[in-house]
């Protein structure tokens, strides 16, 4: 399953109203964060707001928060507002991938790919905004990296 930036947008900006908790998250305060368009980013809010997934109050100390406690809100509630599922039938290895498969009832792989959907759909609708933010303050800062100068290979002829 690929992931558009919009969706990826939007989970983001899920994850930040659930973090805040029932404080408002700005356009501009997620958009530095991440280094998003503001432009896009209030496109995404205004569409998690259509969908039900989230409430915006303008003026001073306005914002977006959840419509929902996070505890009731899934990454897969989300998915659903921006990614259109995979079409029954649909081939991952067929050119069209919207089109069904002409192979579909003779294909031997078919299978594979409905359970990996099948998988995938799973743990996106187990994974709730509680559960995406709570795990992400568990995780350790990344360890920065240290960049070396490439070694000069030592010549086997001396």
């Not at 959840?66 to 899934?74: E, K, M």
């Given at each position: 399953m690929t992931i558009t930036k919009s969706t990826r947008y939007a989970l983001y900006a899920a994850a930040e109203m659930a973090a805040a908790d029932s404080a408002p998250v700005?356009?501009?305060g997620v958009a530095s964060r991440y280094g998003i368009p503001e432009s896009v980013l209030a496109k995404v809010f205004q569409q998690l707001v259509r969908s039900g997934l989230a409430v915006g109050t303008r003026g001073i100390g306005g914002g977006y928060r959840?419509?929902?406690?996070?505890?009731?809100?899934?990454v897969l509630?989300?998915?659903?507002?921006f990614e259109r599922p995979r079409t029954p039938g649909?081939?991952?290895l067929h050119d069209r991938p919207d089109a069904p498969c002409p192979q579909h009832s003779s294909c031997s792989l078919q299978w594979l790919f409905e359970e990996v959907d099948e998988l995938v759909r799973c743990t996106y609708e187990s994974v709730t905004l509680e559960t995406l933010v709570r795990r992400a303050g568990q995780m350790p800062a990344p360890l920065p990296v240290a960049i070396r100068?490439?070694?000069r290979q030592k010549s086997a002829h001396r």
């Open positions: 700005t356009v501009a959840l419509a929902r406690p996070p505890a009731a809100i899934t509630d989300v998915l659903h507002v649909a081939c991952l100068s490439p070694r």
